[in-house]
């Protein structure tokens, strides 16, 4: 499940670009560095969006439980300070979060709720987020005539407002689920519509996982070697950043099913 947030500027858009490029462990160090100035400043704000990108590079190395330490930490101090759209942000990243942990309904409920804050803030960029999230989860639980609805409807909502990289990640949930209902023709479209957007944006996780993907479509398209091209690409990247996903392409290389656990989706 991928967020597709847009670039900013100043600090935050260094932790940004260090998401984008995988940089995951420097995400850390600077966010912890981060931290600390704000707590010697007494800046709640600044606390809050340190505790966010901290625990959003913990979710990425797979430290789930200090990830849930920042985020419930960033969650109190944006409740302290108001403010629907900030809480909606917090209340997505929660969810990606659960999604690792495994539960996947208790995810679903906090992009829906994040989904209801975003619209009462009155952000188009955020319903986008959260609509490709939940019907990125749609998908996982198997509800997919949902997931197609909910991952179009973001598609078109990021389209609209121009975020490219919102764009992207809704079209790669959008192909997974199509993928998932043996609509290959139209997972082969957005798949390899979102490869381009992801290698344009230099998303190299996000793009790995996008290959992943189109391999699929291409293999349940009976396009075996270009899956079996996709996927090689797809774990060049992944093993360069280290990640725990690639097991999950080694194991489609090899022939051999991926298991239900693996959060590429199989």
């Known amino acids: 499940m991928r967020a597709g947030r847009p670039r900013r500027a100043g600090p935050a858009g260094l932790a940004a670009a ?42 990425r190395m797979g430290r789930l439980a200090d990830a849930d330490v920042q985020l419930r930490s960033a969650l109190r101090l944006r409740e302290q300070l108001g403010g629907d759209g900030s809480r909606a942000r917090i209340h997505l990243d929660i969810s990606q979060l659960i999604h690792r942990q495994g539960d ?6 906090e992009a829906q709720l994040a989904l209801a804050l975003f619209r009462s803030a009155g952000s188009a960029a955020g319903q986008a987020r959260a609509l490709n999230n939940i019907g990125w989860l749609y998908a996982k639980l198997g509800h997919f005539s949902q997931a197609v609805e909910h991952c179009a409807q973001a598609v078109a909502l990021n389209r609209e407002i121009g975020n490219r990289p919102g764009e992207a990640a ?3 949930s959008l192909g997974y689920a199509y993928l998932r209902l043996d609509r290959y023709s139209e997972a082969l479209a957005c798949c390899s519509a979102a490869q381009d957007l992801f290698l344009a944006l230099g998303d190299r996780y996000n793009l790995a996982i996008a290959l992943v993907h189109l391999g699929d ?11 079996q091209t996709a996927w090689r690409q797809a774990l060049d990247i992944l093993d360069d950043l280290h990640h725990e996903e690639a097991a999950g392409v080694r194991q489609r290389l090899a022939g051999v099913r991926p298991s239900a656990a693996s959060q590429v989706g199989v």
């Open 18 to 59: 260090l998401d984008l490029i995988g940089r995951w462990d420097e995400l850390a160090a600077t966010q912890t560095a981060a931290l600390a100035a704000a707590r010697r400043l007494g800046d709640l704000n600044g606390q809050t969006h340190a505790h966010c990108d901290l625990g959003r590079a913990y979710v």
């Open 104 to 109: 996947l309904p208790r995810a679903l409920a």
């Open 170 to 172: 809704s079209l790669d």
């Open 217 to 227: 479509a291409q293999r349940g398209d009976g396009h075996g070697a270009d899956a």
